[in-house]
């Protein structure tokens, strides 16, 4: 049989998706107010492991939207993290998003120390004055870092977005930042990415629509 | 027992990780000179199934190669793949990358003529002179609009990364792709992602390094 494209406009084609995702998902359970989350990371990856693998800490994403509404800023571990934010929403809340990765400072210091670049951003970020929402896609190290300045009462972000992905220290990250006390969501295990990362900021920023 | 991250350096993290992707591969067939793609996949995405869907023209790789050593720009569909593509090893070899899909002159286009912007993007794309990499990780339209293209010989890529992800005509655009004569890399189904395309990308930057 020859392969041939279904024809649909391109506005039907993410609502298409999304309807094939339900369905698939069938009764699986998902916490009420998270589903939309849940199927954005679905329908980035085409993956089905986070409908299971996403945690939420309690209200993690009414407090989050309430951050975002009050010009809460995003800060992210890599540039293609910050190019996958859909700008044009989130600017209208006034926040800004902010990579330091490429940063020379961060270079610098992450030399100096001995430290990942990754370590050196979020002690950058950790300076900022604004709400902060973290979106950590890529950096386990990243993660470990935002837990101890947690800790050290040095910061206190609005919203944790732990979604590393990889096999050296990301399981271990993700359960550290699960102790501390701020906000999270955070995709358990090994799995992740900077475009989940950027997939669940704007399913946030969606929700406020 | 308390979670720890295990003490690495940061210059260990990416090495030990490739080492724990080839442990767990096992001796699960990979096709002679793939690996490092196949392997680097796995590494942006923690998900194994890349080891099976991803499926290459005879001589892909090396063609691939030779077409970056000589100069060949990369086309991506989004913004966030080209943001993932190491610039500073790619600008080594004398290309461009591009990504059209925010040109105005596209959005006009695509309104015009009732069409993605991806698919307005490719038209764009095809009138560029220089040996061209597609790089195509969001959009089956940007895919399906190649096949045309190639197909009315209208177009020669060197190389098209065909690794959208979705549900819609997602599968189908992948497998029409792999009808043409043009060498391929393409992660068969319903998986694939930008952070995929770039990390494809990367993988063969790093080869030729």
Sequence with gaps: MKVQLEKISPQEIEKRSFEI????????????????????????????????NLVFSRDAVEHACNAIKNGACIVTDTNMGKAG???KVFSRYGGEIFCFMADWDVEERAKALGVTRAVASMDKAAELKQPLIF????AP??????????????????LVIGVPVGFVNVVQAKE???????PYIVARGRKGGSNIAACICNALLYMLE
Aim: aromatic share 6%; with cysteine; hydrophobic share 40%.
């Design 85 to 87: 934010i859909n700008k």
């Design 141 to 158: 190290t990243a993660l470990g870092r935002l837990y101890e300045l947690i800790r050290e009462g040095r910061l206190k972000p609005e």
């Design 21 to 52: 995702i339900t369905e698939e998902l069938g009764d699986f359970p998902l916490i009420p107010g998270t589903e939309d989350i849940v199927k954005r990371c679905i329908h980035t990856s085409a993956d089905f492991d986070y409908a299971q």
């Design 135 to 138: 979106a950590i896609g890529n």
């Design 176 to 182: 550290l930042i699960m102790e501390t006390e701020v």
